[in-house]
């Protein structure tokens, strides 16, 4: 029987990678499960990823890196499809919709997704890459999150464009419209609390089996 593909999404700082590790761990008690987590440094392409979010001085035109972060996707794609087809319940931290939410932050993209009708470009290089049974995404306000530790050392860890990229989550991640997708206030929340109501979203949505 396929696993569960069940997605973590958030803003830079945001717990996201923590809460990934951990919802892991809870689900290794019942089944074999197993964390991908993207952009993946480790590959060729993931390399090319790192150089241009921790060196400001190596550019990329927007669209080449939109691409290169859907190629690093598709580096683990096989692998990934290989761990759900036997049976791994698999964790992601970031996938698909941080892909499309960082590019349309970008004011040279909102206009490239236009001309071509929404946000059908940036779509268009995931295609084919599974979807989430589930994907939550750990919402809190950037006032918060510009006091977290580690914060600003990244390209695009400004407080603008996290403003940006927020609105953009929740606009292409809609609970009304996607019944796969939740929202968790992770605001005030402690390490433990967060763990709790992100699985009580898994059993809620039935990915725990
Ligand atoms: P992280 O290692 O999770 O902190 O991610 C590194 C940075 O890359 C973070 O600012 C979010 C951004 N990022 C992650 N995935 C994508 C993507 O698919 N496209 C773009 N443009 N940025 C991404
Ligand atoms: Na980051
Ligand atoms: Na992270």
Redesign the pocket.
């Known amino acids: 029987m396929r696993g569960q593909l069940i997605l973590i999404e958030g803003l830079?700082r945001s717990g996201k990678?923590t809460q990934a590790g951990l919802l892991t761990e809870r689900l290794a008690q019942a089944h074999s499960s197993q964390l991908y987590?993207?952009?993946d440094r480790s590959t060729p392409i993931g390399a090319l990823i790192n150089k241009y979010?921790t060196d400001s001085s190596f550019q990329l035109d927007d669209h080449s890196?939109?691409l290169l972060?859907?190629a690093n996707r598709w580096e683990l794609y096989t692998e990934l499809l290989q761990a759900l087809n036997d049976g791994k319940f698999v964790v992601l931290?970031?996938y698909i919709y941080?892909?499309i939410a960082?590019?349309l932050a970008k004011s040279s993209l909102k206009h490239a997704s236009s001309e071509l009708g929404d946000v059908d470009w940036l779509y268009s290089p995931d295609k084919g890459l599974p979807k989430p049974d589930l994907t939550l995404f750990l919402s809190l306000s950037i006032e918060e999150l510009g006091k977290r530790k580690g914060w600003g050392q990244?390209?695009?860890?400004l407080e603008q464009f996290q403003k940006e990229v927020k609105s953009c989550f929740l606009r292409i991640l809609d609970p009304s419209k996607d019944s796969t997708v939740h929202l968790v206030n992770v605001e005030g929340k402690s390490i433990h609390e967060v763990q709790q109501v992100i699985w009580d979203v898994v059993v809620e949505a039935g990915c725990d089996k």
Do not use: C, I, Q
């Not at 990244?154 to 860890?157: D, H, L």
């Open positions: 830079d990678s987590k993207f952009p979010l890196a939109h972060f859907s931290d970031r941080s892909g960082y590019s990244e390209r695009y860890e």
